[in-house]
């Protein structure tokens, strides 16, 4: 994917807060602004999403065969 430079402009304080998340996350600091506009876009849970679809289908014959492959139904007054 092609990368596009921005230049931000934040105040002192700011900056060093995005400074210690992102070392405290292992990542650089454009990694983790990276990060933030994409959980605020909501592409981090579309992509959570997609990936947890794609586990279920890779493994679903394993879940099937723990679990079955039918709904069960709560029973009467049982809670």
Do not use: C
């Amino acid at each position: 994917m092609a990368k596009t430079q921005l230049n931000v402009r934040v105040d002192e304080g700011t900056a060093r807060a995005a400074r210690e998340r992102a070392l405290a996350r292992g990542m650089s600091v454009n990694r983790y602004i990276e990060e933030l506009v994409r959980q605020d876009t909501g592409e981090v849970g579309h992509t959570f999403v997609d990936a947890a679809a794609d586990f279920m289908k890779q493994y679903e014959s394993v879940f099937a065969e723990e679990f079955g492959t039918e709904k069960e139904t709560p029973r009467e007054g049982r809670r």
